[in-house]
Structure formats: C-alpha cells, structure tokens
C-alpha cells in the first residue's frame, strides 16, 4: 500500500468501484487518458459504494445546500481517485495536480460554488499535501448536470512516467 492509499484508509475511506452507467445510459469515452506525464481525467461526479451514482440529487440552492454540496465533491473525489488508481495502479504515481474543473447544478440564485468545490480540493490537499496537492481551478454553476447529479468535476494531473506499469495504455470504455 502506497502513502496515499495509507492516508486514504487512515481516514476512513475507501475508493468506490468503476463507474457504471445509469439504466439506459452509455460511457463511450475513457474515464482516464494518459499522454505522457499528462494524466487527463473525464468529468466524474459523486458514486456510491456500488459503482452507481450516490442517490444525492438536485440543485444547490433548491433540494441541496452547500454542506451537502460540499459532501457531493468529496464523494467525487472518490471516485476519481479510483479511476486514476485504476489506470496507473497506484496513487503515489501523481507526481503533482495541475488543474481542476468543478461544475455545479444551482439555482441561477445559487453562488457559493467555490464552498462546494472546497469538498474535493479539501480532500486532495489532505492526501497529497501544499506542494502535490495544490491546483488551478474553477468552479462555475450549470443549469443542469447529467443524471441531476449535484456536481461534476475534471481534472489534469502529472505523473511518474518512470514508475510506469501496464496501465498506462489500457484504455477501455465504461459501458
């Protein structure tokens, strides 16, 4: 176990499996696209322990507020963490995030979006600390989502391409 998936269980979590499509809907693309020491990561949004989107819907500012919001980013942090695992085949491999792109399902009321992103970058700072951990990054409010999940969040990392293992071009969609 690396130090990340040792701070990981420290706290208590555990990284979902890979995201699985609701009824009737298609992943056509891959969570995960490696370009050499870039590590370019779809829009994930919050899973439950399934595999499946967490049962969390609705619009910050209508059915949710910021602290569940806040629980939204976290548990989508999650998720992408497992995607990123399960292509290079460890957490310790991110030598650094670069940007993040957080997107909220609001009110047009609604303008504490940057509170709610706070819930992932909260978390990556945790694990990866001030220097790995630190990012660029948006957070901007959307009339919709998919699947009305509260929000969705992309991402760019570097890697350790000298620790590279068979992952690395094992792209496969989600179906």
Do not use: C
């Not at 706290?11 to 499996?17: E, K, V």
């Not at 298609?26 to 990561?41: H, T």
């Amino acid at each position: 176990m690396g130090d990340i998936e040792g701070r990981l269980a420290a706290a208590g979590l555990a990284l979902p499996p890979s995201p699985q499509a609701p009824q009737g809907a298609r992943f056509p693309f891959a969570m995960v696209r490696q370009y050499g020491s870039r590590l370019l990561i779809s829009g994930h949004g919050p899973q439950d322990a399934s595999g499946g989107f967490h049962a969390m819907r609705g619009k910050l500012g209508e059915e949710l507020d910021v602290e569940q919001g806040y629980l939204a980013a976290r548990l989508t942090a999650l998720s992408m963490l497992g995607s990123i695992k399960r292509e290079l085949g460890e957490l310790d491999r991110v030598v650094r995030w670069i940007r993040v792109f957080g997107m909220v399902n609001s009110t047009p009321a609604f303008f504490d979006h940057p509170a709610v992103i706070n819930g992932f970058s909260d978390l990556i700072l945790s694990l990866y600390g001030e220097d790995r951990g630190a990012h660029v990054r948006s957070a901007v409010g959307m009339m919709q989502l998919p699947f009305n999940i509260p929000v969705e969040i992309e991402a760019e990392v570097e890697v350790d391409v000298d620790r590279a293992g068979e992952h690395d071009d094992a792209w496969q969609p989600y179906s």
